[in-house]
């Protein structure tokens, strides 16, 4: 092979699945690195360095320091050749490895920075380009997000050969995302283009899953007949060619469509054969709750009450494992908004520094070219003006001078300024360590309830100034951390106000005086005098006014 991206793709595909024998492994790919080394290739080495990756996640069958070490010397590599189709191949794979092995959270950041250098790659150097862009699209589908995934979908389409397996994948894919965002007409058109690949490539495996799809689509559009027409065909070509859980899947569809048209008999016939299909595994875990519900629908059917309780339970008690994975990835979706959001955040502040950066040394280039100019127009004025050079220099001298004092002015003020912000960001340090210390104390008493406002606690404290809106904010989360605190003390001391409450709240958290004057914007000997006040009101009480005394003094 001459052409390095086939060179590369041919190394993408060599075999690596060697079990846990990684001797192996290294002993198939080490040619690859001998010739990469021979030839100074970085794009085999590269390419090397994947496969040992994908080699030893198969090895250990989950997320593994060694493949973490080859990604990174990969990522290594490029920084000194500096590739970006091969940079955004890398973490797309990267990516699609922690995604695989359910580490969905660790896969956010690769997936985000394969997307961020999607616009300024040429799509026709990316490797095994249908493969990667199905990476992404099975992960953005994941998350929910299906139209990012028909995109990346449709942008692989043009790259996959007429007629073959890969296409009628790649399309049925788009059908099946869009059906998800129930884009039904989009769909069925995807779906009859994926038939007709199929039946090109006389796919026999692909013509009943696509059939299946089709049935669906019949189903929802009221042609009952043909849906179950097309869906018996999707089973019998599924069983023909071993394809267990897409025979399985249509037969519980199957299932369903009868127990809406009454046949019990039938249905029950189809749910187990869907069930003698499943294997104990998580994935069968929803279609084992769908069973059970269509077995006790079925039950009821038939007025068979004990099996109809029976199936029932079995269901619900699938439902509440299946939710607690259904949550995680409502979870998981949520995160990746936040990283998304943060991740822009940090690309447009980058940006700007660099804007930044780049105007100072443009000032800096036009201002030291203009002195050029004006010192080479002060030597040529000098050959001919003799008498007059003194002056002139003298005028030049004080301009310059004028400049040099404009100059020296700006850098103090951006020195002050840059004190200024620095003495801003170590006062909310300290405010941000303070109140996550006490965050600490209360997650170790309910961690799982401090995950869910740890994230709006950090947000409200990014600013020192604590205005009405913010206390709203503030004091709704701070009544999830001491529930009832608050209105206890105010149904106590019946004469305390929300200033008085705002200084309740801080004491509670242990701030001094300082950083409570900090927070709401007043001095220091205010909130002395504020505290002087609250303390007077509150030991008019008779209730525990001792316990007050100490809480007040601290």
């Known amino acids: 092979m001459e052409d390095p991206l086939r060179q590369l793709e041919a190394v993408l595909q060599l075999p690596v699945n060697f079990g846990k024998d990684t001797l192996a492994l290294k002993k198939s790919l080490q040619p690859v690195l001998e010739i990469a080394n021979e030839k100074n ?59 695989v092995y359910r580490k969905v959270k660790d896969a956010f950041p690769f997936f985000l920075r394969a997307n961020d250098l999607k616009s300024k790659i040429d799509i026709r150097k990316i490797p095994l ?30 790259f996959s050969k007429r007629a073959s397996r890969e296409r009628v994948d790649l399309t049925n894919a788009i059908a099946v995302y869009l059906s998800k965002d129930s884009l039904n007409r989009e769909a069925l058109i995807y779906l009859n283009r994926a038939m007709e690949e199929a039946k090109l490539a006389k796919d026999s495996v692909w013509i009943g899953i696509i059939s299946g799809n089709l049935a669906d689509q019949a189903w929802k559009s009221g042609d009952r007949q043909k849906a179950i027409a097309l869906i018996r065909k999707n089973i019998d070509l599924s069983m023909r060619y071993d394809e267990r859980k897409d025979a399985m899947r249509a037969n519980l569809n199957l299932a369903s469509w009868y127990l809406a048209l009454k046949e019990w008999k039938l249905a029950k016939q189809h749910v187990v054969s869907g069930i003698n299909l499943m294997e104990e595994k998580p994935y069968f875990l929803k279609y084992k709750m769908d069973a059970s519900k269509l077995l006790s629908d079925i039950a009821h059917g038939l007025n068979q009450k004990e099996d109809e309780l029976k199936q029932l339970h079995i269901y619900l008690a699938l439902k509440d494992s299946l939710e607690k994975r259904i949550n995680d990835k409502e979870i998981q979706k949520i995160m990746w908004q936040r990283e998304t959001e943060r991740y822009n955040r940090t690309i447009q502040s980058t940006e700007e520094k660099r804007l930044h950066s780049k105007r100072i040394y443009q000032f800096i280039g036009i201002f030291l070219i203009l002195v050029f100019t004006i010192i080479l127009l002060l030597i040529n004025r000098s050959k001919t003006k003799i008498k007059m050079s003194n002056a002139l220099l003298e005028k030049d001298r004080l301009t310059l001078a004028y400049e040099k004092q404009l100059l020296d002015q700006e850098l103090v003020i951006l020195k002050d300024s840059l004190s200024e912000f620095t003495d801003t960001i170590k006062q909310n340090d300290t405010t941000i360590q303070q109140l996550r210390q006490e965050i600490v104390k209360v997650s170790e008493q309910n961690p799982a309830y401090m995950a869910q406002v740890t994230d709006n606690l950090n947000a409200m404290l990014q600013t020192h100034i604590m205005t009405d809106e913010r206390w709203l904010k503030f004091k709704h989360v701070f009544d999830k951390v001491y529930p009832g605190y608050l209105s206890q003390m105010k149904k106590n001391y019946t004469k305390i106000t929300d200033n008085d409450l705002r ?49 007040i003094s601290r």
């Open 129 to 158: 380009l249908v493969k990667h862009y199905q990476f992404i699209a099975n992960f953005y589908s994941y998350i929910g997000d299906q139209a990012s995934a028909v995109t990346y979908l449709q942008e692989a389409l043009p």
């Open 503 to 551: 200084i309740l709240a801080l004491q509670k958290l242990d701030l001094n005086n300082s950083s409570m004057s900090e927070l709401l914007c007043v001095s220091t000997e205010a909130i002395k005098k504020a505290k002087q006040r609250l303390k007077k009101k509150m030991e008019a009480q008779d209730q525990g006014a001792i316990s007050v005394d100490r809480t």
């Open 41 to 99: 290739n970085f794009i085999l080495k590269w390419g090397y360095y994947m496969r040992m990756a994908d080699g030893y996640s198969i090895a250990f069958d989950r997320t593994n320091g060694i493949s973490d070490q080859y990604y990174l010397l990969a990522q290594q590599l490029l920084q000194k050749y500096n590739n970006i189709e091969l940079e955004m191949t890398g973490y797309a794979r990267q990516g699609y490895y922690n995604y």
